[in-house]
């Protein structure tokens, strides 16, 4: 039966269930490769099996054997009379392709295979995989592994791993690409007290991969963080997809090893897949929301405080101890991890200094002295945490004469006790120090939904990582919306494409310094006036027009960096120093090189740029992410100063200002020691130019501008450096945007059958408060048939429903919105709404619809859907289907209008349509 009601993180349209719930929730299994040798997996995971609560039917596979354990056995899964949901399979890998095979056959739609000795050993082991996916694939059996350790429902009772435990019930949902690992933090959580929802080994991720769990995990209403071991990032696209998606509604917490590149080689190793840059993996967890940290601590430290506590709204932490040097440490870790203490307010300071000792720190932290008892405590605390400037709290106790930890921790409890998932006013951590003498107070702050931490540098650790996700989820409200093209823009776009294609014809894969100037101006780059010149006079002539002084730089086709030959000569004043600087340069180049390599120099004038700053804006492709964009310092010195952030296109304003802010160089561009402020609004909206081209011109391998010359009234590409993809490189091997524009193209103008002009386009985040006013519009019938239940208004305009409809990855839903112009107001508004919805590892989409109800019968449904289907083809989908309430006639009329055929599915009608 389908769920009507179930509430999602990433879908709110999908009836569906998720083809996952047949792995962790499956009402039978068949273990194939059981046995009863003592300490091997395949009895493990049978004990495992038996032992827990999981309540549905196990069926042991052994041909050699007519029962394991007491249970009834199986030669092969099809021989067992009843339907299996999940396969375990724990024989050698060579058997693992006829196995999935045959389970295929039998209508088993989940797998999970314990079994290695796969892509990790070789060609061979690859060879295995492929032969297992094409088996899955055609039957629609989703996989887990393999080389996997196997799945737990701590919740369900579901053991299907060979661990020695099973995992604590709770809200926390694991992966881990380590097997050993996952049996480590078993045993640390029992020590913890940490329970899980799920607890997931996910092998070499033949086909069940980040994105697919993320998702799943998403939508899971028990899971309320998910947290993540990491080594190989396998598909990346899909990754974020889901992770942009879920973030927003769950914190996604990674540890990934590889920062160096002797972990990364042994990851790879132990993998069997490519790691990437760790410096690209982290521009992708900054751009997708995810939240990284360095240690397994600070991991499921982080999973608790956010399931705990509000998000601070900025990095400024008050401090409140009875004891200087924990307030110091507490301090020097806030500011080693990029935070602020707060500056107190004269108000604070005066309310202070009312009640406090006279020998109290009088800054922050605010030493409330050894002999602070829970009353002083409770004032100071309150104080300080309502003074405007402040974005968080740490309280740290030392246990002193004096002192009442219990007492103190009843008043804070008191004052800032909180429900779980609590997400108003200032975080408040603490930090109870001591052994026994504080157990009961940390006891009293953790029921308080308080978390405490042994030592207050970890408290100030945290706190910092916790603005980090913050700051880190704003950036996910914006997306990268490509300025309007015009028809100028258009036509010197298509120039400049067809320019590239030529120079490729030729074999050619280096453009010249004049052809990359070219590029850069056709995206309103600016760019130094430039000219070409094949002889020194012809050099001299353009020089005298431009006037003097000049620059003479190489003119190649095959030398990239000029100065190597002496290729850029500044500052040339004269006929006689442009003619000198010509022939040196083309001596240099003959010698060095050939002839041939020499085509003559671009003359340019020399600009007099003061008080500004070299910097260097470029793109290189990733194995796994794609094109990746860089800001940073730049000139000569590039490799040297090694000050640069990175970026994943397209971007924002937002987007591009923060990348800028990841660099020293950014401190000097807001200006320093008298020098006025570099344009950072024209900085951003450079930016966001290149990173258009760098999604535009895929055939562009590398680029970068340096130096881009940068101060309060220039921003000016003084050099610009292209490389091409190679002529034997085919269109479908050119590596894919890691994260999808917005898609300009699916935007279409529609006249209703009453004449009213509207625009069926996708949707955009900024379409949140015209989507309040939509479902303002709508009758409670129309409701009705659209959700099949009735469905409150209040409800429907949720802030964090809302968002998660109009922020979406265009690659996995598009969601379209029509918009007509109000005649009372003359605004914009929409008038209908619909999605259709791929579904993950098929060619199969769902689709929802709804119209306002003063639109219905003008022909608005129709248009929406004919439009979905057109954009589902061009995006590979094969199959569309809807779920419909029988008593839906207009929209089961619209259906048949376009194709459909029409199925009962239980209470619903199933609408079919094949592309």
Excluded at 396 to 415: F, G, S
Excluded at 743 to 760: D, L, R, S
Aim: with cysteine.
């Amino acid at each position: 039966m389908i769920d009507l009601t179930r509430g999602t993180a990433h879908d709110v349209f999908s009836y569906n269930k998720n083809p996952l719930d047949i792995i962790f929730s499956p009402k039978s299994v068949a273990l194939i490769g059981a046995t009863e040798r003592e300490g091997s997996v395949g009895r493990t995971i049978l004990w495992n099996l038996m032992t827990n609560s999981f309540g549905g039917t196990i069926f042991p596979i052994n041909p050699k054997r007519p029962s394991v354990m007491g249970i009834k056995a199986y030669p092969n899964v099809g021989e067992v009379p009843e339907k299996i949901d999940l396969a375990i399979i724990v024989t050698p890998a060579r058997t693992v392709p006829g196995i999935i095979r045959e389970c295929v056959e039998a209508g088993v739609k989940g797998a999970i295979v314990i079994s290695a000795g796969f892509k990790e050993i070789g060609p061979e082991g690859v060879k295995l995989e492929q032969e297992i996916l094409a088996e899955a694939q055609r039957g629609q059996m989703r996989i887990i592994g393999p080389n996997c350790l196997g799945v737990m429902n701590p919740i369900g009772g579901l053991n299907a791993t060979f661990a020695s435990s099973m995992a604590r019930p709770g809200s926390v949902g694991f992966i881990s690409q380590s097997g050993a690992l996952l049996t480590s933090i078993l045993d640390w959580s029992y020590r913890e007290n940490v329970g899980f929802s799920s607890f997931v080994s996910i092998g070499s991720m033949l086909d069940v991969d980040w994105g697919d769990l993320i998702y799943y995990l998403g939508d899971d209403p028990r899971t309320k963080s998910i947290v993540i071991y990491m080594e190989s990032i396998g598909n990346a696209r899909s990754f974020l997809s889901a992770a942009r998606d879920v973030a927003q509604a769950k914190p996604i917490i990674v540890i990934k090893p590889g920062r160096t590149e002797a972990a990364a080689q042994a990851a790879a190793s132990h993998t069997g897949s490519l790691t990437g840059s760790d410096e690209v993996l982290a521009a992708a967890f900054r751009r997708s929301g995810v939240l990284r940290v360095d240690s397994i601590d600070d991991l499921f430290n982080m999973a608790e405080v956010l399931a705990k506590q509000p998000r601070p709204r900025g990095p400024r932490l008050t401090i409140v101890t009875n004891a200087g040097g924990p307030g110091v440490l507490a301090t020097d870790s806030l500011i080693t991890n990029r935070g602020k203490l707060t500056e107190l307010s004269e108000k604070t300071m005066t309310e202070l200094n009312e009640f406090l000792p006279p020998h109290w720190s009088h800054n922050n932290p605010v030493d409330i002295l050894g002999d602070a008892d829970a009353d002083r405590y409770a004032k100071s605390i309150q104080i300080a945490a309502n003074d405007e400037n402040s974005d968080g709290l740490l309280v740290i106790l030392t246990p002193q004469a004096m002192t009442d930890p219990t007492q103190t921790a009843q008043e804070l409890k008191k004052l800032y006790g909180r429900p779980p998932q609590y997400q108003y006013g200032k975080p408040v951590l603490a930090s109870w120090m001591g052994g026994a003498d504080i157990a009961s107070g940390e006891s009293i702050l953790n029921q308080a939904n308080i978390p405490t931490f042994a030592f207050p540098d970890t408290a100030a650790r945290v706190f910092q990582y916790m603005w980090r996700y913050q700051k880190r989820l704003q950036s996910l409200y914006e997306t990268p919306f490509l300025p309007e093209e015009t028809e100028e823009s258009t036509q010197k776009i298509g120039e400049i494409s067809q320019m590239l294609a030529d120079v490729r014809a030729t074999g050619r894969t280096i453009l010249t310094e004049y052809e990359s100037k070219r590029v850069l101006a056709a995206y309103d780059i600016p760019t130094v006036e430039t000219h070409l010149a094949k002889t020194a006079d012809e050099a001299i002539q353009i020089a005298e027009k431009l006037g003097y002084p000049v620059v003479l730089k190489l003119n190649s086709e095959t030398i990239t960096h000029k100065t190597d030959v002496g290729g850029v000569r500044l500052d040339l004043a004269t006929a006689d120093e442009v003619r000198h600087a010509y022939n040196t340069m083309e001596a240099s180049v003959s010698a060095k090189y050939s002839a041939d390599d020499f085509l003559g120099v671009t003359v340019q004038p020399m600009l007099r740029l003061n008080d500004g700053y070299e910097l260097i804006i470029g793109s290189s492709p990733d194995p796994q992410f794609g094109p990746v964009l860089l800001f940073g310092t730049g000139g000569t010195l590039v490799e040297v100063f090694k000050d640069r952030a990175l970026g994943l296109p397209p971007l924002t304003t937002t987007l591009a200002r923060r990348m800028m802010e990841r660099t020293k160089i950014y401190t000097a561009l807001q200006g320093v020691r008298g020098r006025d402020p570099v344009d950072l609004a024209g900085l951003e909206a450079l930016l966001v130019r290149f990173g258009q081209l760098v999604a535009d011109q895929r055939w562009i391998k590398e680029i970068d501008i340096n130096p881009l010359f940068a101060s309060s009234d220039h921003l000016v590409a003084l050099d610009a450096r292209v490389v091409l993809y190679e002529p034997e490189v085919a269109e479908d091997e050119l590596p894919e945007l890691a994260i999808r524009p917005y898609p300009a193209q699916y935007i279409k103008e529609f006249t209703t059958e009453e004449g009213a002009q509207t625009v069926i386009r996708p949707i955009r985040p900024e379409d949140e408060p015209m989507m309040v006013q939509f479902h303002e519009t709508l009758s409670e019938r129309s409701v009705y048939l659209r959700y099949f239940r009735a469905f409150q208004l209040d409800q429907r305009v949720e802030h964090e429903r809302l968002t998660r409809i109009c922020f979406v990855d265009y690659d996995r839903d598009m969601a379209l919105v029509v918009t007509a112009k109000n005649k009372r107001t003359d605004e914009d508004e929409i008038i209908a709404a619909g999605r259709l919805t791929k579904e993950r590892g098929r060619d199969e989409a769902e689709f929802a619809m709804l119209v306002s109800d003063r639109y219905q019968g003008q022909g608005i449904g129709t248009a929406m859907l004919k439009h979905l289907l057109e954009i589902g083809k061009q995006e590979g989908v094969k199959r569309v289907v809807a779920y419909l309430l029988s008593e839906n006639r207009g929209m089961r009329a619209i259906c048949l209008k376009l194709g459909f055929r029409l199925e009962r599915e239980g209470e619903l009608i199933k609408a079919i349509i094949d592309l």
